[in-house]
């Protein structure tokens, strides 16, 4: 019998790529997402199924995941910059709606509730390697309330209704519905049509995740045997490097594949969140290794522009989730 997944947010950044991949593995899905930048992107698919919905109202949500077996929760606004938006709008999705979603995914019959948190969460750290048991620095509100609910859905969880966490990376790489506001994407977006990358700081750590790789580690998580995975928190990266060694690597690319150079600019930066994550935990406990690595993330960003499937890529909102939830008011 084929397993259902029900997906918040999956008409988002990694949603448009993940909802494909679970279909192709063969997976009955159902997106449910605020469908704020559209689901034109998502396939057409017998086994797929959209529904436009707000994770803060429950009782929808729970009518709608009834007779799904796994949950997998995506949905927020997403990334740091984004609470420059209205704070109470963003606490309201990002942490007054988890618990409520959590204890209707519950009640309507839901095994399993795989909760996507942040490597983020981690803040600053000088440590070389943070693994799961370091504590949680946030230094803003998204990190903040993203460490804030791990705990509540650990305190739902039972026999009969499992919870895993998992904290990825910063995702990179292509998928239908572009995000151009994450470091490498940004990068390779200013190196492809600016022919020039700005570095804002560069000393920053970051650990990376290709989208791909974040596909492949929820369908394992989806099929791990339970006592693999209940009530465990993994980090999920593949690549620690500070922000100038990734332009660096962006540069270096784009010189060989179009036989040209380009300069990398440096320039003042106040954001401070500077970290490398652990992974080995996902390896050793689940057999987990990302096979896709941030160069191949900046190659399939290439591929795309060059078959121009990212139109007007510093005007059009629809990269920007920030610009775009401003420019559609939302509340």
Same mark, same amino acid.
């Given at each position: 019998m084929k397993k259902k997944i029900f997906i918040t947010g999956g008409a988002g950044y990694v949603g448009s790529l993940l909802t494909p991949f679970l279909l192709e *593995?063969?997976? %009955?899905? *159902?997106?449910? /997402?605020? +469908?704020?930048?559209? =689901? /034109?992107? +998502?396939?057409k698919h017998k086994n797929l199924k959209i529904i436009k919905g707000d994770i803060r109202d429950s009782d929808q949500l729970q009518k709608e995941c009834e007779g799904y077996d796994t949950f997998v929760h995506l949905a927020c606004i997403s990334n740091d910059a984004s609470y420059v938006l209205d704070e109470n709008l963003? =606490?309201? %999705? !990002?942490? /007054?709606?988890?618990e409520p979603m959590v204890i209707s995914a519950k009640k309507s019959g839901i095994k399993r509730f795989i909760y996507a948190s942040t490597s983020s969460v981690y803040g600053v750290s000088d440590q070389k390697d943070v693994k799961e048991d370091h504590p949680l620095v946030p230094l803003t509100l998204? !990190? *903040?309330?993203?460490?804030l609910c791990e705990p509540i859905l650990l305190n739902h969880t039972d026999s009969k209704f499992e919870g895993v966490i998992f904290r990825p990376a910063t995702v990179c790489g292509y998928a239908p519905r572009l995000r151009l506001d994450l470091s490498v994407n %940004? +990068?390779?977006?200013?190196?492809?049509? =600016? !022919? *020039?990358?700005t570095v804002f700081g560069g000393n920053q750590l970051r650990p990376n995740l290709n989208i791909k790789d974040y596909c492949d580690a929820v369908d394992l998580l989806i099929n791990k045997e339970s006592k693999k995975i209940e009530n465990k928190i993994f980090n999920i990266g593949y690549e620690n490097m500070s922000i100038l060694e990734l332009a660096q690597l962006v540069k270096k690319i784009f010189d060989a =594949?179009? !036989? &040209?150079?380009? /300069?990398?600019?440096?320039t003042e930066s106040n954001d401070n969140r500077s970290y490398h994550i652990n992974?080995? &935990?996902? &390896?050793d406990e689940l057999g987990f290794i990302p096979s896709h690595s941030i160069s191949d993330a900046i190659n399939s960003l290439f591929d795309a522009f060059d078959k121009k499937l990212v139109p007007n890529s510093f005007e059009d909102d629809i990269y920007f989730n920030v610009k775009r939830m401003q420019n559609l008011n939302v509340k």
């Open positions: *593995k063969g997976y %009955i899905v *159902k997106v449910f /997402d605020t +469908l704020y930048f559209g =689901k /034109d992107f +998502l396939p963003s =606490k309201s %999705i !990002n942490f /007054d709606s988890f998204y !990190n *903040k309330f993203k460490g %940004i +990068l390779s977006n200013h190196a492809y049509f =600016k !022919n *020039k990358i =594949k179009y !036989n &040209k150079s380009i /300069d990398v600019i440096r992974s080995d &935990k996902i &390896k």
